[in-house]
């Protein structure tokens, strides 16, 4: 079975401290897809990253950065310098192809991050 | 730029009867477009995967008659809720990727909330 766990519901950060969002996923599929998504108070969800089982080389992007280690099944999201426009709910998901051929997205139950100045 | 609108944001209908979404990419063509539901409890799933000129491609589980989506032109693609029920009221996103884009990055509407009395 597809399973997506994001295990910390809620953390809270000051200010410029770095935080780690968990993401791990279940999957007995080769192929497969993860993505970040994350949805601020105002609702309007953001796309943050896809990345194929494949590639397993880490990405940073400005003061975001993914880290996807496939032997612990994991893809954890990092915010460095965290400011209070990061207070969010952040999405992992994983992305299957099934066996009639159609695909299946699966969501983790998000992790709320609380910035505070 | 890459800004996607949603009509209308809210609705309530009695059951039964059909509410239509529209989804529309303002300032860039789009090819693909996805639809979301979002439950009360925050909970996210991607419903299906909408193609300008084609069928849409559904995520398992979805039922197709049940959510009639068509996307009829680069910068707009519309969900029908036919027949619907109280359990179908939920937060419906949209969201759009580049015509031709060389990544994967999808642009999210405001997103409408359904209510079926």
């Known amino acids: 079975a597809q399973k997506v766990t994001q295990a910390q519901t809620e953390i809270s950060v000051v200010e410029k401290e770095d935080v780690t969002l968990d993401c791990v996923y279940e999957?007995?599929?080769?192929?497969?897809?993860l993505f970040w998504y994350k949805q601020p108070p105002s609702g309007e969800l953001v796309f943050l990253i896809r990345r194929n089982s494949f590639d397993e080389q880490n990405e940073i992007s400005g003061r975001y950065s993914w880290n996807f280690q496939k032997s612990t099944s994991s893809f954890n999201f990092t915010i460095t310098a965290s400011q209070v426009v990061d207070s969010a709910v952040y999405f992992c998901a994983l992305r299957i192809l099934t066996v009639g051929g159609g695909f299946k997205t699966i969501f983790g139950a998000g992790t709320r991050l609380f910035v505070k100045a | 730029g890459a800004v996607v609108s949603q009509h209308p944001s809210r609705v309530i209908c009695k059951s039964g009867t059909s509410v239509k979404i529209e989804c529309r990419s303002l300032?860039?063509?789009?090819?693909?477009m996805f639809w979301y539901r979002q439950f009360p409890k925050q909970s996210l799933m991607l419903m299906a995967t909408?193609?300008?000129?084609?069928?849409?491609?559904?995520e398992q589980g979805v039922e197709k008659d049940k959510f009639l989506i068509n996307h009829a032109s680069l910068t707009l693609s519309t969900l029908t809720v036919t027949s619907a029920h109280p359990e179908d009221s939920s937060f419906y996103i949209c969201?759009?990727?580049?015509?031709?884009?060389?990544?994967?990055?999808?642009?999210f509407g405001p997103g409408t909330r359904l209510t079926v009395l």
């Open positions: 969201s759009a990727r580049h015509h031709g884009a060389m990544t994967n990055e999808q642009f």
């Open positions: 999957t007995r599929d080769t192929t497969y897809y």
């Open positions: 300032d860039f063509q789009a090819t693909t």
């Open positions: 909408s193609n300008e000129g084609s069928k849409a491609t559904y």
